[in-house]
C-alpha cells in the first residue's frame, strides 16, 4: 500500500545528479512539480472556454467562435487572453483597493493548491497524503473567502449581493459535498486518493459507483453539489447577470476579471477529477486485461527507480482520468445551456430540504450495506463483488516502508546504493510475513 | 504534514507568480485613463446612492449557524468512515492472508513485519468493530439529525421565512379590506 510519489523521483534524480541536499531537492522537484501543474491549470480554462462557447453555439443552433485560428475558431481563448492584458486594469476608488486586488489571487490559490493532493496516476501525486481528501475539500472551500472578498471589497451593491449570495449557497452546499465525499470513503477505508483509485482496477464493476445501489445514488448527489460548489449554472446565482448585473465581479475588468474565470474552470475540472477517482474508477480503464497489463507496466518501478515502461503506463493512466474528467465537465457544461437559472430561495431549498437528508439517507444506506450483505450471506462476505482490497496487495507494487522512505532523508550522509540496500532489505522482510 | 504545509506554500507562490507575469506584461501595454464615470461604482447608468456597505439579511446568518452544527459533526465522519471501510473489507472472509495481515497492520497503525500473528485482525471480530461502529455513529448521527429537524420545523431553513409567516396569520380586519387582487410580495435578495 506504499509508494514512492513522482516528487520523491524528481527529488533524488536532482540530489544525484547535481549533488545538491535534501531540503533544495525536495523544494525544486515541488517546483518543478508546481510548475507542470502550472500548465495544467491554465491549459483546462484555455480549452474548455473555448470548448464551452463551442458547445453553447451548437446547442443554440449557432456556429460559436470561427474566426481566430482557422475553422474552428480554436485559438478564440488565447486570443481573448492577448485582448484581456490590455485591457485597462481599473480599481473604483470606493473598492477597498488591497482585497480589492487579492481577491483574484484568493481564489486562484485555492483551487490550485488542490492540485497538490490531487493524484494523476499511481505515483503521480505531487503529495500522496494519507487525508489527501479531507485536505481537498478543505482547500477547495477556501475558494469562497476570495468570491466573498470581491463581493465585499468593491463597494457595489450588486457585488454584495453576489458575495453573500455565495456565502449563503457555499456554507449549505459544503454539507452535503462533505457527506457524498464520505461515502466512497467508508467503502473504500482509505482518504488517501490513491488508494481510494488503486482500490477499483479491475475492471468496472469495481468502481465505486457501482459498489451498491447507495454509491449509485451518491454519484448523482455529488455530481449536483459539486457543480452547485464550483458556482455553475444553474446554481450560478453569486455571477446571475440577469439579476446582479455581474454578481461579485461587477467591477472587475481585465487581467483581474479572467483570474475569476481560471480559478472557476480549474475547480470545475478539480471536482469533476474527484468525482472519477471517487466513484468512475479514476485512471483504471474498466477494462479488466487493458487495466491488468497497466498495473503490470508500473509494478516494474516499485522499488522508485525510473522506467519507461511505468512512465508510458501513468501517462496512459493520466489521459484516461483527464478523459472521465472531461466528459463531466462537459456534461456541466452541458447542463449550463440547457437548464434555466434557479432562484435563490429554490437553491437554498434544493440543498437544504432536498440534497441534505438524501445525502444523510444515502450515508446511512451505505454503512448499512456491508453489514446486511454479511447478515444475507451468513457472514461469508461484505459485498456481493470480489473483495476490492485485493487490489491494494500486489507484490509488484510492494515499495519500501514509510520508515525505509523517511529515513532517507534523516541520514544526509546515506549514499543512493545505501537508500536501494534499505529497501531491497525492506521488501525481504515484508515479503517474507506474506 | 511537513510535506503538506510545504507544498501548500510552494504551490500558492507558484499560482501567485503564474498571476503575477501577464498583469505585470499587461501594465506595460494597458492604458491608465481613468475619469470619474469610469470610476463610479455600476448602478445601470444610475448615480449610485450610499455606500454599499449596507446592512444585510440576518438570515444569512441562520445558514451560516446551520453549517456549523453540521459541518463541524461531518468532520468526525472522516476518520470514522475510513476505520469502518477498513473494517468491512476485513468482516469479507474471502480475502487472502496477506491481504489481511496488510489491512490488519493499516488498522492497528504498524508496520506489516512489525505485526504478531495473534495480532492479526479475524472477519468476525472486524464484524463486531464495525457493527459497534454503526451502533456509534447512529447515536451520534441522530444528535444531529434531532437538531435539524428542530431548525427545519422551526422554519429557520426557510429562505422566504418572513412571508411565510405573513401567509400564515390572519390579516387583521379581513373583512374591510376590499377583494382585490393584491401582486404577492416576495423578499428575494
New interface residues.
Partial sequence: MNFLPIATNIADYLRDSLGLTNGIAMVLAAIIHGSLLVAIFMGTPVFWIWGERKIAGRIQDRMGPTRVGGRFGWLQSIADGIKLIQKEDLVPPAADSMLFRMAPYMVCVASFATFMVLPFGDTWVAVASDIGLYVLVAILSLEVIGIILAGYSSGSKWSLFGGMREAAQMVSYEIPLAICAIIPVTVAGSLNLVEIAQLQSGGFQNWLIFNDPFTLVAFFVYFTVATASCKRAPFDLAEAESELVGGFHTEYSGMRWSFFFMGEYAAMFVVCAVASILFLGGWNSGIPPLDATLNQMRGLSADGSFEPMAYLANAIGMGILISKAWVLVFVQVWVRWTLPRLRIDQVMITCLKYLIPISCALFLGVIAWPLLVYKMTGGAQTSFASPKAENWVKPAVSTPDEDAETSQFILPNSTPDDRMAVADDDRKVAGGTR | MY??V???L???I???G??IV??L???L??????TPQ???????GEP?IG????Q?DL??YV??L??IV??VE??F??PW?????????L?????????R???SA?MLNT???E?ASENVIG??SA?WL??TG?MD??VF?SVL?VG?AYV?KRGD????RTVMKERTQPTPHQDLIPPTKTPEKQT??
Fill in positions: 510535506d503538506l510545504g507544498h501548500f510552494l504551490f500558492g507558484i499560482i501567485i503564474a498571476l501577464p498583469l506584461i499587461g501594465r501595454v494597458r492604458p491608465k485613463l481613468p469610469k470610476d463610479s461604482i455600476y448602478e445601470c449610485t455606500t454599499s456597505y449596507v444585510f438570515r444569512y445558514v451560516a446551520v453549517f453540521f459541518d461531518v468532520i465522519f472522516f468512515a475510513m476505520i469502518y471501510g477498513g473494517a468491512m473489507h468482516a469479507d472472509s474471502r480475502i487472502t492472508e496477506a491481504t495481515t496488510e489491512l493499516k508496520p506489516v513485519a505485526l472477519a468476525e464484524y464495525g457493527l454503526l455513529v447512529l448521527f439529525l435539524f427545519w431553513i426557510d429562505w422566504v428575494v435578495s
